[in-house]
């Protein structure tokens, strides 16, 4: 069974950084997508950004472009979301996203299995 472990969140000034980490177990992930995605109150679920473990493409929202990194760790097993410069905006909970497929996706129905989220507070 595919299990997702979120870790990193937390409380954080406006213009500073954190690393998200997503734990992944229960299954090889050489074939799959991992993401993550992020939802604020009140707001519906949106796509952050996604990388293929096979070979480390990614892909990145718009509104992270050139702020974010997604990376992975073969040996640990475990992706990596790296935020830089944060704004009040990116406040929600994240969540890490795995997807059976080779083709990377942003909507979230494309994604098979999800991890329990971690909160991120971005304070102005």
């Known amino acids: 069974q595919v299990q997702l472990v979120e870790s990193g969140g937390g409380l954080v000034q406006a213009g500073g950084s954190l690393r998200l980490s997503c734990a992944a177990s229960?299954?090889?992930?050489?074939?799959?997508?991992m993401g993550w995605f992020r939802q604020a109150p009140g707001k519906e679920r949106e796509f952050v950004a996604a990388?293929?473990?096979?070979?480390?493409?990614?892909y990145y929202a718009d509104s992270v472009k050139g702020r974010f990194t997604i990376s992975r760790d073969f040996a640990k097993i475990t992706v990596y979301l790296q935020m830089n410069s944060l704004k009040p905006e990116d406040t929600a909970v994240y969540y890490c996203?795995?997807?059976?497929?080779?083709?990377?996706?942003?909507?979230?129905?494309?994604?098979?299995?999800w991890g329990q989220g971690t909160q991120v507070t971005v304070s102005s």
């Open positions: 229960g299954r090889t992930f050489s074939g799959y997508i």
């Open positions: 996203a795995a997807a059976l497929t080779k083709w990377i996706g942003v909507r979230s129905e494309e994604y098979n299995y």
């Open positions: 990388i293929r473990w096979s070979d480390g493409y990614t």
